[in-house]
């Protein structure tokens, strides 16, 4: 770590100097800061960048750093407006295109096509700390996008130019343990999206026992800052609720004599990094040195939230048409209203069984209005070839579950010999693999609401378009 | 480094499974390798790829590893016929573009056009040592597409990958010196380009010394590997010859009392990665680390060899028409064709006004066809913004540098406060920024021969594509 | 510090195994524990133990780990009954001496007397953290010698061997920040003695802002276990209350702007290290260090608790004889016996003045039954070169201060041209090195208390026998 | 390795300063080194010490570097005399024992016949690289005590000192491969005390093939710097010549495919660490580690030379007595006396039956004058734990080899459930464990040479105070 700030403190000098030497007395920038910003980005991008990149883009990024909100959109707009591409030389590609349609002609009408401003990002990248501060630029972006449409193709030119530079080759996993150093581990509490880390003492229960586990893929440009993590938890049996995982009494476990390894929290960390999908690589990754470092284990499951799940069990309460729930369902759910249910064993008793069957439809049948499975979560894991293992009613009591999902979490199976064909039916044919119990509680007689089926249906990486921080687990 | 090891093992571990599960029973591939190879490409671009992405491009840069080089070349050229853009979206997307020549239409233009091979590409890298192989594939390519233009176009796919990976955001610096692994030295002595290195005991004269310095770029997917490294010598005094800087039986200096960095050698290392620039960013990161370390530092120079300069001379002696040489200039440099010149005292003092004359010419007057400074080193550092400073006649009485510059070395000087405004004069105005001594040494009535001034002058990144080993120092 | 535990858990292999060879069948030790212990200390020293030593002593120490208290004392008592020099071979030695007391017998002697226990906890040590494990069994020692003075051989054993094994040069200064990895910062909260550390959120504040500092003394052995640490905070001056260090509302200083390093807080850490002083290096160690990392700074100083104080005040209040308080004085510290009157403005105005004389008097003048100054941490600073700088009045309004110190806080100045002379001051000649308003205070005529002026004054090293956990900063 | 070097620096600044403070204006001690040299001892031991004791500390031994040999010498003769113990404590600490010969007058007595030396020799390690001076400091001691034997007792001191410090308890293993920092692979060349390392190609062909290894010894304050190292080969059989092990035309094998590790050679590196004992500790540590990495490796054996073997042949040739040798085995041998013989097949047909068969003897038979196996080598494996598996005519063609042990070499296999009795049966009862075909070659008739069996047998680290560069493999 400190070697990597040594360095950025190195680069901040050069950088320092050559800003010095760029821009003293060049002080009226300040009558139009955004002109001034414009022009630097000219300069970056002539053949003076070529000498000069590493000060002027520090500059640059600097500046736009200390603009108020406003300005800083503003700005982004401007690299829609004025650093598309040389229309002109477009034109002259689009005619040679139409003369002689070979590789050449292609690749000139690729390039002539490409926005300057993917250039610009590339070589804002130049500054100190530059790939760090266009993922926070993102995360502006991403925000200032609801109203302003005009910026989500400059969104799509970051999301191009992320996809190659995090890129998994480039990515690194790292264990995350007690002997981690702090300034990871408070983000690991910040960014824990799934089941709050309340405290460091809690933390220390997720990482310090010899049957826990915790890792995360890092950036070398990113390097004290985590960009996924997973928590596992070593045990001898599928766990159906996540206190018994989290409970800091429980008899603590000899790792070598683990047989099932349980993901029961997966978080994004770097909302700039939005739908760039780490998650699928991660788990097989984890799986894969868990199964090396303890070779006893032999299930790999996970315990996940199903945050769709209530309101779409809502929506099905109040229809009449007959579809996922009988009459009879509807009254035996009527339970749900009673305020703290969940900690009445009758109504407990009574709504068991048919929220498991209502969960199964819920994942089988149920599908939205694009015809995709429902739940998020569900199209992750189903997505990267897992399969849907268990439902398991008050998973999770916390206030949160109970109103996403009425306390309902499912376990999701990785087999690593299964996974392809399991990916292949998900992406495939649009089926659900799903153990033989929870296929048996969807009756094949009664008649499945009609599912648009459609042609193009978005794979895998959709979830975390929605909802990056939380496909966990 | 083991960590870097270990985690390559692990990456094959998981690779090597899925290999297994995607391809077992399908040894008819055998029957047509080529044909096999472009269906695993298929794949790894389809959905399918995403789930099985690591297996699949390990498989794929596997076999091509292992193909013969006529199979090798043949994959190459399927890749520009077969994974170019999809004609049918493209022509669309034009027309699109006819009707609203708006950022989207323009966006996916770019998209349309971008050839399928480049995803292609980026998908290759998931493979364990994915972007060390992309790499050796293009040095293949380079020398294969000498006899098959056709690649050309390939090889601008990986030049425009590669400035983005190795964008210089993501290299890190590293002193090599003589704790150094053994591994990473070795390749120091394999790829010093400019003044050999012979033994290891040699290598250590040029690390282990207290007045010597061993800068290297590295990538953090080619972690023992470095892509360009910088040998300095800290002296007192701009030295002349090479002999002086390497010579063993010298007085070692206090490097806390130099006052002078020699840069004497500096080596590409990574043929594959012709084209993309380092050496700029390199040597001013290096004036920026000694200066930190060492205050008394004032001169930062190169000694440097001069490659182009013996042809030139060739031409110029033999041409009639009055130009750089004189015919009194002529008559003198006749004792260039006496063997052993250089040792014979009379002929050096001769010979030595006239070569220094001769050479300023060719530094201030001289151009080649398009207009450019002749000598490729000369372009490359003034292009960083560098400065002719010293003629040094038998700097290097190698045998190589007798015969490629009759023995000339010369020293550019880097002046930090001065690089921005050298740099222009260079690219902007063809200007060669050279001190007074050396102007003085031009005559300004004599007629220069007439010089193409074309328009468009490459810049300084271009010797590099030319000898991208030995633009050195 | 993954390395050293992986080298743990060879070194576990090795011995478990080991242990299975030696030990197999003799399950009948458990009938009397302590006399096969015994026996097995006897083998560890016989020539055997060099075969089977990193096994044999392992079997012991676990075995020792595991008896209870007093079973673990009465083998401790063994070892200083059973494990004492072969008298023998003394008496031989002591007579060979009386011959001829030259070198070799004077060596024998040395020899002959050294206690065989010596030699036995040397070949602990080669058990997989047999240091740690030693250090622990010194601890325990510590308390038991309490009730059980024929102990006090065994700790002066221990106490030589750690004399050498934890020589300063051995240890190892690390920095300890916010990059410091968990399982070695909790420690640093538990560990700290002087200013109670109540949360991570407090230790973050010590540790990550830009103006504060902490470093520590490692030793290879104990490699995630500090032995002594030190807190500084950068400032402008020379702060008189603690709470101005700690607030978290301050402004932060830029580190490279500050004049001032305040040692506001030094913890020992291993109770089983008691008498083994480190202190002295470590502030010596850290303003070298600090000097090299900041050029401003120039003042170097602690804020320290006075923990003598109250206790010596109060016998002073209660005396008649004229001696450090006059009648008036009395009168005036009336004051003290009001509660709260800390919080009294009135209160601590008329107190303020009294209370400073008196520290004057209580540093200059005061002296224990053995002539040294009273206040152990006064003779730790002093007697490592510091002088006594300022006296501060209420410098610390906590209930544990107020009760020691009635609130009192010193600061002791390292002014490392001073240091040798300082020291000598008050080694050599037992003087106080005060500043001038504070020698000042003290009158010249009042006749001090007759001072027990005896021949062997204990020197800087005492304190930390007595508070080894406290006499910090 | 930077972080060391950097303390070093921080070390050496602190000295600097206070080396300054202290003698500034004592120029005259150049007058009398020695004389100056010995006060400062004296100041070192004296409460002034503890202040100023890293300044001293590192004056004395820096001095002590600058003085010519014969004033070296002449400053640790005046060690002996003038730094004793201090005989008048010495002599009341004998009445004392003689009154009472309890514990605490035993330690007094210990304590009282300390020499002071030894307490010096410990403040000498405060000095930055102390530890290391005192290594060079008694490497110089072991050849001025030829001469001098009055420096024996100096020698004792640092023995004893050397012995605790470098308590294996402290020493950290670590692999060498050709990823280790050149600087510790150049004196893995200059150290190899068996196989001769002939240049850093040779190195590598030991280090850098998949069944090579190669583990040393380090101590932390020694960090650059091995203390022993071993050389393994993996093998598919016991090889019997060291040309079959070092050709570097042989199939590399798959490690995880070798059955046998064959320690070819291992060699102590500091001198003046000789007569502390590594090998034993390493061997075995190595053993574990192979095993846990390896888990094939089944058998574990060396391939050693037999240093003895050649002047103890001669020896019973030139006798007339019956004893290792027959009048027909001298007439055979007498081909040995043929020079080249080693290259005639027909005298190395004829001599391979007499050789194996005396080599027999002289392993298990023979003995020299204090009673012990003659061969250093075998001593030490044999003490170890280990047996001798097998005889290897022409092991080793190397001139050295012929002349010191006619080519022989021999295996001995460690086997790690017969370890300790092994062990015991060489120690505790002078045997010599053998392979059966061994022992069988000794015939049970003929009368053993007498054999002085005396009763105090000196153990297997007597060998490493004879050869300690060499007792390899």
């Known amino acids: 770590m400190n070697s990597t700030s040594l360095f950025g403190d190195m680069l901040q000098a050069i950088t320092d100097r050559g800003r010095k030497l760029l821009f003293s007395g060049q002080r009226d920038d300040d009558a139009d800061p955004l002109r001034a910003l414009e022009q630097l ?84 990248n130049l500054a100190p700390h530059g790939t760090e501060t266009l993922v926070r630029m993102r995360e502006a972006l991403l925000t ?32 995350i343990n007690w002997s981690t150093p702090a300034d990871i581990l408070e983000k690991i509490i910040r960014y824990e999206a799934v089941h709050h880390i309340g405290s460091w003492e809690e933390l220390r229960l997720r990482l310090a026992p010899a049957d826990r586990r915790c890792f995360a893929f890092f950036h070398p440009q990113l390097a004290d800052d985590p960009l996924i993590f997973v928590e596992v938890a070593l045990t001898r049996d599928i766990p159906g609720a996540i206190s018994d995982v989290l409970r800091d009494d429980r008899t603590q476990l000899d790792a070598a004599e683990a047989t099932t390894a349980v993901f029961y929290s997966i978080s994004n960390c770097q909302e700039g990094l939005r739908g760039i999908s780490f998650g699928n690589f991660l788990i097989k990754q984890v799986v894969e040195d868990l199964r090396r470092e303890l070779p006893r284990l032999s299930t790999f499951v996970t315990l996940s939230p199903v945050p769709g799940f209530a309101a779409w069990l809502k929506t099905e309460r109040e229809q009449e048409a007959p579809g996922a729930l009988t009459a009879f369902d509807k009254t035996r759910l009527a339970a749900l209203d009673q305020p703290d249910w969940a900690s009445d064993p009758e109504a407990v008793a009574q709504l068991r069984p048919v929220l498991t069957e209502a969960a199964a439809w819920y994942f089988l049948k149920g599908r939205d209005a694009r015809g995709r499975v429902i739940d998020p979560v569900a199209r992750f894991h189903l997505g990267n070839g897992a399969r849907l293992e268990r439902i398991n009613v008050l998973g999770d009591t916390s206030q949160r579950a109970l109103r996403q999902s009425h306390g309902l979490m499912v376990n999701y199976l990785y087999k690593l010999d299964d996974i392809e064909a399991n990916h292949e039916a998900f992406i495939g044919r649009n089926e659900v693999v799903a153990a033989q119990p929870i296929r048996r509680l969807v009756p094949a007689d009664r008649g499945a609401k009609a599912v648009p089926m459609i042609a193009e249906i978005s794979g895998p990486s959709a979830p975390s378009s929605k909802g990056s921080k939380e496909f966990s687990a």
Request: glycine share 4%; proline share 3%.
């Open 41 to 124: 980005c000219e300069t970056l991008l002539s053949s003076r960048g070529e000498a000069s990149g590493m000060a002027l883009s520090t500059t640059i990024l600097d500046r736009w750093m200390r603009l108020d909100r406003d300005r800083q959109q503003a700005f982004l707009k401007r690299l829609v407006t004025a650093f598309d591409a040389d229309h002109a030389r477009l034109e002259k590609a689009i005619e040679a295109y139409g003369v002689d349609p070979g590789p050449k002609a292609q690749m000139e009408l690729h390039l002539a096509a490409e926005p300057r401003r993917q250039e610009l990002l590339r070589r804002f």
């Open 144 to 175: 200032m996008k609801r109203d302003a449409p005009e910026l989500e193709i400059l969104d799509a030119d970051f999301a191009h130019l992320f996809a190659s530079w995090f890129n998994r080759g480039f990515l690194m996993l790292r264990q």
